[in-house]
């Protein structure tokens, strides 16, 4: 939905919507505009005064969307330019948790539920049309919609499967982690890579024989006839009646999956317990105290854990991407975000060590992170001493990398007498990791940022540093 990087007042494409030739997305400073041919405009014209649309427009299931009076953005003479209520952040379902997922794919169900009623359907159904505006979904690819043809069975149905049902089945009846599947490829899971992960004893689970089996068999069978499987339906009388049992069942199935490792860790599970309380306390006053100095556009949070720190962020700032590498405790943030009706938090799963990266077409198609936002301010509590002990990172590169984002940064050092140091290292060869100290580090450091700020904690075996960008003018230190 937005183009990073894009200088002010110059139009900078969105490579992540070139695939439909009838519409294109730029960023013009922080403005989202849209522009659509005669056919898509004719579409939006139809879609744009129905009920269903109005109404999702108003309860922001559907972003924010006005036709503008202005010159084209681009070369093209596009019959009529949009402008998108913008969009923070831009996530990527490989970037989500399971109830994000799911969120996002009954999102989808419903408004193509809705639409149906008044003769709208959707062309696709892919995640990408769904971001998240804190813990809320709201659909984002309005030229998504068009009128139905009668006879047409719903084109978005095997992109439905691959890139949210497939994903959400692995993780439901398999305790699978959905991410790197879609990660590995911008289209999702295919059915014959579904069926072959699925099948087995247990393969009678909900959805499996008419989602899976049936759309594996149905590939195979057109792959060796060269048919059209659209085509088929219309000959065989597929009804607006079928599309919308269709639909209907889809939703029954999808609000009917639960992850159940999620469920039954769900009030209890936490990582906190290795800090002192009066630690912890002190470390959320060095936050807070930090945060407050000015609001901030964008902070990260990497290793948010419950969000314990990303709740103090995000009284001073836009936007706070919370992002760790357990996927269940993201579920588990974002369940309670959802409860709260928090917008300024967005979670992810992210694992810093290996961030997710572009992908799609020239690997560009759907960017990484560093190239969809840029940090302010940046919270690395707890996180170094596993990027160097558990994923072997030099500290050099890892300050390094935190030096690139041009951002302040909110340090935590465990030193080699914290017991969590010496519970890593018990895991490596002898000598592995003896550069891992303390005075090393802070040399380290002070090669690279300003200091503003030491305070070694009262558990005595961890440091906090705020880091500010070398180039800047530093704040007083105390």
């Not at 590939?219 to 006839?225: E, H, I, L, N, S």
């Not at 974002?334 to 979670?347: A, K, N, S």
Request: proline share 6%; charged share 25%; glycine share 6%.
């Amino acid at each position: 939905m937005t183009a990073a990087g894009s200088e002010p007042g110059r139009p900078s494409y969105d490579a992540g919507s070139f695939r439909d030739p009838s519409s294109r997305v730029w960023r013009v400073g922080d403005r989202i505009l849209r522009g659509l041919d005669d056919s898509a405009a004719a579409a939006y014209e139809t879609t744009s005064t129905s009920r269903f649309f109005r109404e999702a427009i108003a309860d922001r299931r559907i972003v924010k969307t006005v036709t503008v009076d202005e010159p084209s953005p681009d070369e093209r003479d596009w019959a009529v330019v949009l402008e998108h209520e913008r969009i923070p952040v831009v996530t990527y379902p490989h970037e989500w948790s399971f109830s994000m997922l799911q969120d996002a794919a009954l999102l989808t169900l419903r408004l193509v539920r809705a639409a149906i009623d008044e003769g709208i359907t959707t062309k696709d159904a892919t995640a990408y049309n769904v971001q998240f505006i804190g813990a809320r979904p709201v659909f984002i690819d309005v030229p998504s919609f068009e009128p139905y043809l009668e006879g047409e069975a719903w084109w978005g149905y095997r992109q439905f499967c691959q890139l949210f049902l497939y994903p959400l089945m692995f993780t439901a009846y398999k305790d699978l982690p959905h991410q790197p599947w879609l990660r590995g490829s911008v289209d999702g899971i295919t059915p014959e890579h579904a069926r072959r992960v699925l099948e087995g004893r247990r393969s009678g689970h909900k959805g499996y024989f008419s989602h899976v089996w049936l759309h594996a068999k149905a590939d195979r069978r057109v792959t060796d006839a060269s048919a059209d499987t659209i085509d088929e339906m219309k000959k065989a009388g597929y009804t607006r009646a079928l599309y919308i049992a269709t639909i209907d069942r889809l939703i029954a199935l999808v609000e009917g999956l639960e992850w159940q490792r999620s469920e039954s860790t769900w009030g209890d599970y936490s990582t906190r317990g290795h800090y002192q309380s009066k630690d912890l306390i002190l470390k959320g006053d060095f936050v807070r105290t930090i945060a407050a100095r000015r609001r901030r556009s964008e902070v990260w949070d990497i290793g948010a854990n419950d969000g314990m720190f990303s709740r103090i962020a995000a009284t001073h700032a836009d936007v706070v991407l919370a992002m760790d590498t357990d996927d269940l405790v993201v579920d588990r943030l974002y369940r309670e975000l959802r409860t709260d009706g928090t917008e300024g938090i967005v979670p992810m799963v992210m694992n810093f060590a290996d961030p997710t990266p572009g992908i799609g077409w020239n690997g560009t198609e759907r960017p990484p992170l560093t190239s969809r936002s840029g940090p302010d301010l940046v919270l690395a509590l707890a996180v170094v001493h596993h990027l160097a002990l558990t994923h072997n990172v030099p500290i050099a590169a890892i300050l390094d990398r935190f030096s690139a984002l041009d951002a302040e940064i909110v340090l935590e050092v465990p030193t080699e007498h914290d017991p969590m140091v010496a519970k890593l290292k018990r895991h490596k060869r002898a000598g592995t990791h003896d550069a891992y100290t303390l005075g090393a580090i802070e040399s380290r450091i002070d090669e690279r940022f300003d200091v503003a700020e030491r305070m070694v904690l009262p558990g005595g075996t961890r440091m906090l540093f705020h880091l500010c960008p070398r180039r800047s003018p530093s704040p007083a230190r105390r």
